[in-house]
């Protein structure tokens, strides 16, 4: 069974950085995408940027968060700068398997992130 594991959450304020990283218990090289998910309270939980061949960020990201892969710690980070209030939410790292045209989506436990006024 796949695990991801986050660390890296915690208490910011507006304006400040933090670092989020997803260790897979597999090579990252087995799976088709791998990327970063949020949720806020009452809200669904959206993307917040993946990475594949290339990367994809969420338009309210663009510019302040960058996703990056780690091959050798099987890792993939997620780094937030210049963090804004409405950035609040439990962050997911997310891994997607694709085989034989089936695709497993695998999520971590969460990690809380908030953003102080």
């Known amino acids: 069974q796949v695990q991801l594991v986050e660390s890296g959450g915690g208490l910011v304020q507006a304006g400040g950085s933090l670092r989020l990283s997803c260790a897979a218990s597999?090579?990252?090289?087995?799976?088709?995408?791998m990327g970063w998910y949020r949720q806020a309270p009452g809200k669904q939980r959206e993307l917040v940027a993946v990475a594949s061949s290339s990367t994809l960020y969420a338009d309210s990201v663009k510019g302040r968060f960058t996703i990056s892969t780690d091959n050798a710690k099987n890792t993939v980070v997620l780094q937030m700068n210049s963090l804004k209030p409405e950035d609040t939410a439990v962050y997911y790292c997310n891994a997607r398997r694709r085989r034989l045209g089936v695709y497993t989506d695998y999520w971590g436990q969460g990690t809380q992130v908030t953003v102080s006024s």
């Open positions: 597999e090579s990252i090289f087995s799976f088709h995408v």
